[in-house]
């Protein structure tokens, strides 16, 4: 399928640019939908909300992280600090991406993860091996990280348009305007005020998670 897009952008007040792009589908693949982690949320969810300390924090980072794991990529990086007299060790048992000497003594590796170094070191003793092929299959599915951010972003966008929005993250915004008290809550899907009703005096945004703001209650 091919078709003509055009993107507008302001040059000046008086000045306007236009760009022209071709743009050729080549191949679109269709994925089935299922339920495949109401259990899960509803379950560490209730942890989270009825625990304090520790318990509290593995339950969030276990619901914040999941569709973070099936976003990996198979080629993991390891770095580790070697001394080294024992590099010639790791040379011949890992994929070694990078060497960065610290001093006489040590050395910083970049190490290939997923590899299995014991089956790598036990097939040196008997015969030469190529260490490429023994990679060790990482457990992910890019589409589901893929559809999981969709969905967040779908969501975060009706905030956008119905608010005056000056930064947003993947479940977060910074607005102007109080949004409706039927959207602010406990349960999962709504809202919560993280300053508890406190406002923002002045704020800086530089960049994605590069910001920073001050405000006051009547203590402070």
Not at 140 to 145: L, P
Request: proline share 0%; hydrophobic share 40%; glycine share 4%.
């Amino acid at each position: 399928m091919n078709c003509n897009l055009f993107f507008w952008r302001i040059k000046s007040c008086s000045t306007f640019r236009i760009y022209i792009y071709i743009i050729k589908l080549l191949e679109d693949i269709e994925y089935s939908k299922i339920d495949l982690f109401t259990d899960y949320v509803k379950t560490f969810y209730k942890f989270k909300m009825n625990s304090k300390g520790s318990e509290r924090w593995i339950s969030k980072q276990l619901l914040n992280c999941l569709y973070r794991v099936f976003g990996r990529k198979q080629s993991l990086i390891q770095t580790i600090n070697v001394y080294n007299s024992d590099i010639e060790k790791y040379v011949v048992t890992n994929i070694i991406k990078t060497i960065i000497p610290i001093n006489d003594e040590i050395s910083t590796l970049l190490l290939v993860k997923n590899i299995d170094s014991n089956l790598i070191n036990e097939l040196n003793y008997t015969c030469l091996v190529n260490i490429n092929n023994l990679h060790k299959t990482i457990k992910s599915n890019v589409t589901i990280a893929s559809a999981i951010t969709s969905y967040a972003r779908i969501y975060i966008m009706n905030f956008k348009l119905n608010y005056e929005v000056v930064y947003s993250d993947t479940d977060s915004i910074f607005n102007k305007t109080k949004i409706n008290h039927n959207l602010i809550g406990k349960e999962l899907g709504l809202m919560k005020e993280e300053l508890n009703g406190l406002i923002i005096k002045e704020a800086y945004f530089l960049g994605i998670k590069q910001y920073g703001y001050w405000y006051h209650d009547s203590n402070n």
